[in-house]
């Protein structure tokens, strides 16, 4: 992707994986909104899991609770308190802008840098729109062939040098709340998994520090139950 950035030649940028689909309609719909004045521009997706011993496939439609006519700063506060905009098969986006403020995929992250990618864009004020419409179609395969199922559990310590990186960010943006919600979800995240009660400790301790026992919290059996994702899923 960084490699792409660098040499393509056309105004916009488009990432899609290989196992990934557009819908025909992709480009023309998000062509027109980022054209409205945006830097970025992200759509929802449908996901489609394939069976690839008995063929079945099941498709689900993934909507996010933001309005479309939210202003940039609206859907950006979102986008940072309920997870990333999302895979960048999902996203349009202006070459220039890119370029001119150094914004890559980071090479050093095996996961979760689509997640970093949208704090770059974050930290330098890019200006971002959403599309409602399900444009890409996001297949997962059941043969644990996907990419993310490959790196298991590194995910959580790929999401923690995330934090890591931009914590200053979020602390200068007076968003401590939306920090602490997400040292909360990695740490119910490390409880799950093997051999991580160190990283569990520390995420719930930054939990703690920034933003003490959210409100959603009200007892200790509730820790881990947080923060279902504001996402709607449809079969189709």
Not at 113 to 118: R, T
């Amino acid at each position: 992707r960084k490699k792409g950035i660098r040499e393509a030649e056309g105004d916009y940028l488009a990432f899609l994986d290989a196992d990934d689909l557009y819908r025909p309609e992709f480009l023309e719909i998000m062509l027109a909104k980022i054209k409205e004045g945006y830097d970025l521009v992200g759509c929802d997706h449908i996901r489609e899991e394939i069976n690839t011993k008995t063929g079945e496939i099941i498709r689900e439609v993934t909507q996010r609770q933001i309005d479309e006519n939210w202003d940039s700063n609206e859907l950006l506060r979102a986008f940072l308190r309920f997870d990333r905009i999302g895979s960048p098969n999902k996203i349009l986006v202006k070459r220039v802008v890119l370029l001119n403020k150094a914004i890559y995929f980071d090479i050093c992250l095996n996961s979760r840098e689509d997640w970093d990618f949208c704090l770059q864009m974050a930290e330098h004020r890019c200006r971002i729109g959403w599309v409602k419409d399900a444009l890409v179609v996001y297949r997962v395969r059941n043969d644990a062939s996907n990419s993310t199922r490959r790196t298991g559990w590194k995910w959580l310590d790929y999401t923690l040098l995330v934090f890591k990186k931009h914590k200053e960010y979020f602390l200068r943006e007076n968003m401590k709340q939306e920090l602490s919600f997400h040292y909360y979800d990695l740490a119910r995240h490390y409880f799950y998994s093997r051999n991580r009660s160190g990283k569990f400790l520390l995420c719930l301790l930054y939990a703690f520090l920034y933003g003490g026992f959210h409100p959603f919290c009200s007892t200790a059996n509730n820790l881990f139950k947080l923060f279902p994702p504001k996402i709607h899923k449809n079969n189709v």
